[in-house]
Every structure is written in structure tokens, then in C-alpha cells.
């Protein structure tokens, strides 16, 4: 356990904790508390939670730690209150993926079941796209909302996707950041605290999170998605959100798209009934688990999807953000065709490849400063498993800037190949943990 802090001085002594933990110790409930206000207000040194939060990559974190850590992070800022709401609330958070659009049909979907969907969600940095970056491709949508704003969306439209105040779990914040230029982001107790704590904080009362794995993922293997998942579902229900968990494949990317404009078009296909079988699919079981854990598991979310009531949440949902679910979406000024080169089956097309070459584009950011072209991206016209013909197309690169096109062509060498048999289908949702 943690020394207790010396009569006279600060509570604590960061480079005693950082110690305790580097040497396989377990931090005291005050100590945790005491290092991320700290932190949160300067008084720890950046260059001291960088070494502690490699202390806690290669010791992890105990149960009562994390527990104690996410309660930290939680109380470094401020916490909503939907439960003034007339309606249940529900969230949902995927870790990222290629070609992840679902939040876009999912929000809609599941408020037009009677359940509001506070989705508080991000930009996109490095091979995975951002969902704010994806609406922004809407002419005249704008993410920033006041927590008013939000409540009144919620309450009268049902459905909110907009950027977190920087009022929530600010701890966190900071902490992501360094995280990010230290080498720490791939511990699993860093993993589920951040994204926890500003689920638990933003106050939705039930929580459904999309743990995605493969190459295009952040946990390349089902176990590590496993206990990052068990991890997350514990935080939650110990804060008393109902939290479930589901596996799914991002070795390949979802849909026929990757890229921001392309991936707003998909998504209103999908509204419209049509969509690729991969995101209806992936759309649908996750509004059942949604609705499950608000408590509505009696409705059946294909309905609203097929009679139209989910792209009228949608169409009322744009515009309330000030955008015009009518106006034609940015095309990007460059295109160009990649072509089979033999006959047979496509037998895999890999995500982080394909995302790569979307990011390549322009699709993406290198540095949270800098602006993503709306209408940049990769289209597939084929999945794995599909025949092609050589001189077939497989994708086409969209971009403004042509000279991106050799870099992205660069990212995708390796990452499709042409062969005779048909790969083993994999399952979409490979577990679910609750
Ligand atoms: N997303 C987050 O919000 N935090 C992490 O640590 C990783 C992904």
C-alpha cells in the first residue's frame, strides 16, 4: 500500500506513488483521488503521470484501484443529469473501427423505439474516422451544443450526437493526451477508465459499448477485446449503469466505406431501408441490446427502420443541429480506380490497410489541429468473398489533392489480395459480455 502522506507537506508525494506502483504496489483510495486532481490542476508534473502511467502499463491497475481511478477521473469535472428526461436514456461506444458509421442509422433507430440517445462523441485521429468529422460533412451541422441545447434536443428530437464539453471528466482529458505522445495508450485499466469515465460522467443510465477486434481495431486479439470488455462492464454496473458489452470483427472494414461524406451517404441508405447487410445488421443488434438495456426489449427496432420512422428522427436531428438533411453531400474532385489484375474471389481486404489509405486521402487528421477534406475516402465495390473479373474495379480513392493518391495506393499494397477460394465467413458479432 502507499505510504501515507508526511505531517506538513502535501498530501502526497507523487514521485512516492510513482514509486509504489513502478515496484508492483497497490495505491490507497486517497492517493488515487489525490494524484488526478492534482494532475488535473497542474500541481503533478506532466512528466510525472508520464511515468506513472507507465508504471501502470507494465503493472496494471487492481480492481479497487481502477474502481477508485475512474471515480477520479469522474470527479475532476462535471457530471449530466438526464434523469429529468420523460424518456429512458441509453449510449453507445465503439473503441473504433474502419468504416464504423453505425452511430449515425443507430441514434436515430433507437429514439424512434421511445428511447433518448445522448451520444457524446469524437473526432477521428489517426486510421479511424471520428463521428463529429463524418456529420460535419452534412452542410451547415455543427457539433458544439450547450448542455441546454442538449437536454431540450434530447427530450424534444430524441437524439443527440454532438462534441463532449470540456467540462466532462477533464482529468481524462489531459491524461489522453500525454497517454497519446508517452507510448501508454494500450494498457487495458488506461483503456477503460478513460472511456468510462466520461460515459458514467455524461449520466446516461445505461451503456452498450462495441469492442471491436481485428486489424483495423485497437485490441488485435478476442482476448485482449474480452478483458478490456469485462473491465469496462464492471466499471459500469459498479457505478450502477447497466453496461453490456459486444465483441465484434474490424478486420475487415464495415460497409462499403471509409471516409466522411461517403460514410453519412451509407448511413442515410441504410435509413432508407437499403444499406450494405454488414451495417444493417450491426445497426440492428446493437438498437436490440440498446433497447434491452433501457428496458424496452419488447420493440423491435427493424420496424422502425422499415416504415420510415428512424430517417424521420434523423431528418429532425439534422436540422436541429442546423444542418440540411436535403442538401447534397461534398464529392470528393479526384477519383481513381484500383483493378483486380486475376480472376477468383477477393479473400480478405484489410481494415487498418483501408483505412490507412482514407486517412491518406485526407479523410483523416495527423495532428488534432488539422482539417479533414469532407468528401475524401475509399469506396469498396467488393467484400471479401465476392467473385471478381481481373480488370474488375475493387475500390476507388477519392480525394481533392491528387498527389495523395500514390500514398494511399502505397497503404493498400498488401492489403487485398485476389485468390480461388472463398474465405471462411466470420460471424459480425463474435461475443457478447454482460
Ligand atoms: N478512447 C478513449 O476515449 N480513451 C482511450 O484510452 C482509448 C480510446
Redesign the pocket.
Known sequence: MTPPPAAGRAPYDAVELIRCKRDGGELEPAAVDWLLQAYTDGEVAEEQMAAMAMAVFFRGLTRAELGRWTAAMIASGERLDFSGLSRPTVDKHS??GVGDKITLPLAPLVAACGVAVPQLS?RGLGHTGGTLDKLEAVPGWRAGLSNAEMLAQLEDVGAVICAAGSGLAPA?KKL?AL?DVTGT?E?IP??????MS?KIAEGTSALVLDVKVGTGA?MKDEADARALAETMVGLGQDAGVTTVALLTQMSSPLGLTAGNALEVQESVDVLAGGGPADVVELTLALAREMLGAAGRGDVDPAAALADGRAMDVWRRMIRAQGGDPDAPLPRARETEVVRAESDGVLTSLDAMAVGLAAWRLGAGRARREDSVQAGAGVELHVKPGDRVRAGDPVLTLHTDTPERFDRARAALEGGWSVGPEAPRAEPLVLARIA
Open positions: 473503441t473504433g469524437g481524462d489522453y497517454r495508450v494498457s488506461l483503456i477503460a477508465s478513460s472511456i466520461k485497437f
